[in-house]
């Protein structure tokens, strides 16, 4: 059994899109966690009702780690929760894992938005020529690994603020198999880098593989870094569309009351 875990803070847009390309997978043989971080939208109620098992999250690394404890599979998949892929992706992504003696894996990513294609052909070139040192990597947008390789290491790093997946990979491949799959690839939404613009985006994060590669693993909120707030600007202008149109029913509502009073 493959265990799918998606780590969760106010996904109720992106996640039942994710849980449909679930459903419509030909590999039937699999399990979805949902690992929510106290979501105040509708996260929670989505995943109860498309049969997810939901457990209490936290930042990725958390969230992930809580949905591993859960797990009943030999195989975990971690996603994002605003990823979307073909139908036959875990089919052929199980098929190639098996046929290569993979332990660790991920694929290529694509960019939903064209408008950022060249940022992740750029980021699947660099992960592809990465593969082949010590220092793979892999975002978190997809991983997938063996039972065994994650509880070896003992999972994602939770004291670490930024490339918690990153490290995972590399402490991943100093005991077993880590290879890009070529038979898949994931889609993935440009929100990130739309909300933190495109050279904001591409300098912060070569600064913190800089930071990584000369002075370890960031433990310590040195980069800013937001998880699940994609949407918080939406959020906060739906509440504020609340109330204004109760105001106005309101309003309506003893307009109409007084004109019966006369």
């Not at 990823?83 to 098929?95: D, L, M, P, S, T």
Request: aromatic residues 14%; hydrophobic residues 35%; glycine residues 6%.
């Amino acid at each position: 059994m493959i265990s799918i875990i998606i780590p969760t803070l106010n996904e109720e847009k992106y996640l039942p899109k994710l849980l449909e390309c679930i459903k419509r997978q030909t590999f039937r043989d699999y399990e979805v966690i949902v690992a929510d971080n106290n979501s105040k939208d509708k996260t929670r109620q989505i995943a109860e009702e498309h049969g997810c098992k939901v457990v209490d999250g936290g930042l990725p690394g958390v969230g992930r780690n809580n949905g591993a404890k859960a797990a009943k599979g030999d195989y975990f998949m971690f996603f994002d929760a605003d990823v979307a892929f073909g139908q036959r992706f875990i089919e052929k992504a199980f098929n190639e894992f098996q046929k290569r003696y993979l332990e660790v894996a991920s694929c290529n990513f694509i960019s939903q938005s064209k408008k950022y294609k060249i940022f992740f052909e750029a980021y699947n070139t660099y992960a592809r020529m990465m593969q082949f040192t010590f220092r793979p990597i892999s975002g978190g947008a997809f991983i997938f690994l063996t039972k065994r390789i994650f509880e070896r290491i003992g999972g994602f790093d939770e004291q670490i603020k930024i490339g918690e997946d990153f490290n995972l990979i590399r402490r991943s491949a100093k005991h077993a198999k880590f290879g890009m799959l070529k038979s898949v690839k994931i889609y993935v939404s440009a929100r990130r880098i739309e909300k933190e613009k495109s050279l904001n985006y591409l300098t912060r994060n070569i600064r913190t593989e800089i930071y990584r590669s000369f002075k370890g693993e960031i433990r310590k909120d040195i980069f800013k870094y937001d998880f699940g707030n994609y949407t918080r600007e939406e959020q906060e202008f739906k509440k504020q569309k609340t109330k204004l149109n109760e105001l106005i029913k309101k309003f309506k509502e003893n307009k109409k009351r007084k004109g019966k009073d006369k």
